[in-house]
């Protein structure tokens, strides 16, 4: 069965500082990937997804994360944290077309 | 921009009573979705539709569940006899024609049930 790991439920980084969210998958076959990200009493927004088409995938607000099928890993990254990026953020595996699995879901604290 | 939208933000209710939480999907959409989030746990998927009728639920979605659209525009979510541990943040979302694996789920900010 497929499902995704977040290995940190709490990231802390100061302003202007890279921001590294790291996720894990576990799939029989090539998935489709998505991280999004809940801002206080906010939906769920798509920040990126990948699809196969290229593994180094570029999504809105800086973010950015890269396929890796030999580690099984869709980490999320950002040059540098902004203060508005506080929120929390989720790796996503779609298992077929009609329903998705959450991580348990990364909150980002981000420090002036 | 299009949104989803749920109402309302926060329902209270007692054990045993109905609810109904209702969502407007995107209105170009054809496929629907709940989802809900128990405090300190993950997301999990409930209940997709389409064309109206239930495509996929899970094990959660027992006989107290049922999902409605009764008209063009909102899609309905409904707990029959509500327990304890129906509280839980509940998601409306929806994607687009295809419902390929790869579209992306537009979701709503979410209905807070309390179930006293």
């Known amino acids: 069965a497929q499902s995704v790991t977040q290995l940190d439920s709490h990231v802390s980084v100061s302003e202007g500082t890279p921001v590294l969210l790291r996720c894990n998958y576990s799939s029989s076959y090539s998935p489709s990937l998505f991280w999004y990200v809940q801002h206080p009493n906010k939906g769920l927004q798509l920040l990126l997804k990948y699809t196969s088409a290229a593994t180094l995938v570029k999504g809105i607000n800086g973010f950015e994360a890269e396929f890796k099928k030999s580690e099984t890993s869709f980490h999320l990254t950002k040059p540098s944290a902004h203060m508005s990026d506080a929120a929390e953020y989720f790796c996503?595996?779609?298992?077929?077309?009609?329903?998705?699995?959450f991580g348990a879901g990364t909150t980002v604290t981000v420090r002036a | 921009e299009p949104e989803v939208t749920q109402t309302p933000s926060h329902q209270v209710t007692q054990m045993g009573q109905e609810v109904i939480l209702r969502c407007v999907p995107i209105?170009?959409?054809?496929?629907f979705y709940w989802y809900r989030q128990i405090l300190g746990q993950k997301v999990e998927f409930l209940v997709s539709f389409y064309n109206n009728e239930i495509s996929e639920k899970s094990e959660i979605f027992d006989d107290q569940f049922s999902v409605e659209r009764p008209d063009g525009s909102n899609f309905t979510l409904k707990i029959r006899s509500t327990k304890l541990e129906d509280s839980a943040m509940y998601f409306c979302?929806?994607?687009?024609?295809?419902?390929?694996?790869?579209?992306?789920?537009?979701f709503g900010p979410g209905t807070r049930l309390t179930v006293l």
């Open positions: 209105s170009n959409h054809l496929y």
């Open positions: 979302a929806s994607s687009g024609e295809t419902g390929a694996s790869y579209n992306e789920q537009f």
């Open positions: 996503v595996v779609s298992l077929n077309d009609y329903k998705l699995s």
